[in-house]
C-alpha cells in the first residue's frame, strides 16, 4: 500500500471508499455542458453572439439570426450526439409569419424549418459536406471537438449568416 493510500486510508476512516486523484467518473452530458459553458459560449460571444447553453443569437435590429445546438434523441450517459442548426430571417418577415400563423410565437427557433419564407439549415451542408453531427464521450476529453464546431461556424456559419441577413 503506498504513502497516500495509508494515509487516505487513515484520512477517510469512516468506511468511505477510497478512489485514487485520478479517478473521475463524469457523464456525456457533464462534459458536453462543460465544452458549451467553458469554450464555445465565450467564442460566440467573442464573435458577437448572445445566449449560452446551446442557444444562441447574433445580434441584429432588422433580422432573427439564431444559431442552436440540437442534441440527438439518442443520447445517454456515456455519449452526447450533437449539430448545430442556423435559422436568420428579417424581423419583418417573422411578424408577417406570425400574422398568419400565431402558433409560431414571437421569435423562430434555430431548430425549426419554417419553410421557404424562413431560411435554415445544418452547419454540414453549408461547410459542403452532409450532414455533420459531433459525439461527446464520457471517457475523452471534449477540446478537440469544440475547436471543430467553432472552425465550422466561424468558416461556413458566419458567412452563411451575413449573406441571408444581407
Given at each position: 500500500m503506498s504513502a497516500y493510500e495509508t494515509f487516505m486510508k487513515w484520512r477517510l476512516r469512516n468506511n468511505?471508499?477510497?478512489k485514487p486523484p485520478f479517478e473521475c467518473h463524469v457523464?456525456?452530458?457533464?462534459?458536453?455542458k462543460l465544452m458549451v459553458d467553458t469554450?464555445?459560449?465565450?467564442?460566440?460571444?467573442?464573435?458577437g453572439f448572445k445566449g449560452?447553453?446551446?442557444?444562441?443569437?447574433?445580434?441584429?435590429a432588422s433580422h432573427w439570426a439564431l444559431?442552436?445546438?440540437q442534441k440527438s434523441a439518442y443520447s445517454n450517459r456515456q455519449a452526447i450526439r450533437f449539430?448545430?442548426?442556423?435559422?436568420?430571417?428579417a424581423r419583418d418577415v417573422w411578424a408577417r409569419e406570425v400574422e398568419e400563423h400565431?402558433?409560431?410565437?414571437?421569435r423562430p427557433s434555430a431548430g425549426v424549418d419554417y419553410g421557404e419564407a424562413v431560411?435554415?439549415?445544418?452547419?454540414?451542408?453549408?461547410?459542403?459536406?452532409?450532414d455533420t453531427w459531433w459525439d461527446v464521450r464520457a471517457d475523452e476529453e471534449s477540446v478537440v471537438t469544440a475547436t471543430e464546431v467553432l472552425a465550422e461556424i466561424e468558416e461556413f456559419g458566419l458567412p452563411w449568416f451575413h449573406r441571408h441577413m444581407g
Open positions: 468511505v471508499p477510497i457523464t456525456a452530458q457533464e462534459r458536453y469554450t464555445i459560449s465565450p467564442r460566440l460571444r467573442e464573435l449560452s447553453g446551446g442557444r444562441y443569437e447574433l445580434a441584429s444559431l442552436g445546438f449539430t448545430v442548426n442556423l435559422t436568420a430571417v400565431p402558433y409560431l410565437g414571437k431560411p435554415h439549415d445544418r452547419i454540414g451542408p453549408i461547410a459542403g459536406h452532409e
